[in-house]
């Protein structure tokens, strides 16, 4: 039962990211985003991966690994020039440019 309630929990975690992060992709936009929410976000993790790590728990370790890099692309997305954060989303998904953003500089 606590590995099914770990695994729920992990799945939620991570899962919350995704939309964000394909958002950003989509619009381009990051403007309404807190850059100081989402560095906390970032260390928060970071401290959780070195917590597992040091207890040897490889399903706190694995999920916040994962976190990180979702919240750490959010970041950097938030944080890059506007012309990057551009050229980056375009390289995930070139079509959304085009349609998603025409003279946005969010």
């Excluded at 606590?2 to 381009?28: D, E, H, N, Y």
Aim: with cysteine; proline share 4%.
């Amino acid at each position: 039962m606590v590995l099914v309630v770990g695994t729920i929990a992990a799945l939620c975690s991570i899962s919350a990211f995704v939309p964000q992060a394909w958002r950003i992709v989509k619009t381009r936009k990051t403007t309404d985003l807190s850059t100081v929410m989402w560095t906390l976000q970032v260390i928060g993790f970071a401290v959780w991966i070195a917590y597992g790590a040091l207890l040897g728990a490889w399903p706190i370790l694995v999920e916040n690994a994962v976190c990180v890099m979702l919240a750490g692309f959010i970041l950097v997305m938030k944080v890059l020039p506007h012309h990057l954060r551009h050229a980056v989303a375009d390289r995930i998904d070139p079509d959304a440019g085009s349609a998603g953003s025409a003279g946005s500089a969010g």
